[in-house]
Nanobody
């Protein structure tokens, strides 16, 4: 199971930190990712991190503003979001990879478990 938290309402330029706590699987063995879905749009890749935390990947539009990290001792992955923009408004989901294969970070079918999502709303 994956459980997200940390969403909320924030003004443009503000910050939020999302957390995703995992249970029921060997968390430290798998890459993790954050996706988001805005109303009327498809689910979109935001960021991913390898099992060790040594390599990260980002959607171009969030590079330099968002940071993904993980704490394997706490079975938790984070998404620090700074300089938020109204276009970042969406439900944010965390997901774990089905296998240890790398690559295809934006391909939803390569992910196994998904959280229930946490709403992020950025006002202008």
């Amino acid at each position: 199971d994956l459980v997200e938290s940390g969403g909320g309402l924030v003004q443009a330029g503000g910050s939020l930190r999302l957390s995703c706590v995992a249970s029921g699987r060997t968390f430290s063995s798998y890459a993790m990712a954050w996706f988001r879905q805005a109303p009327g749009k498809e689910r979109e890749f935001v960021a991913a991190i390898t099992w060790s935390g040594g390599t990260t990947y980002y959607l171009d539009s969030v590079k330099g503003r968002f940071t993904i990290s993980r704490d394997n001792a706490k079975n938790t992955v984070y998404l620090q979001m700074n300089s938020l923009k109204p276009e970042d408004t969406a439900v944010y989901y965390c997901a774990n990879r089905k296998s240890m294969i790398l690559g295809g970070w934006d391909t939803t079918r390569l992910y196994g478990d998904w959280g229930q999502g946490t709403q992020v709303t950025v006002s202008s």
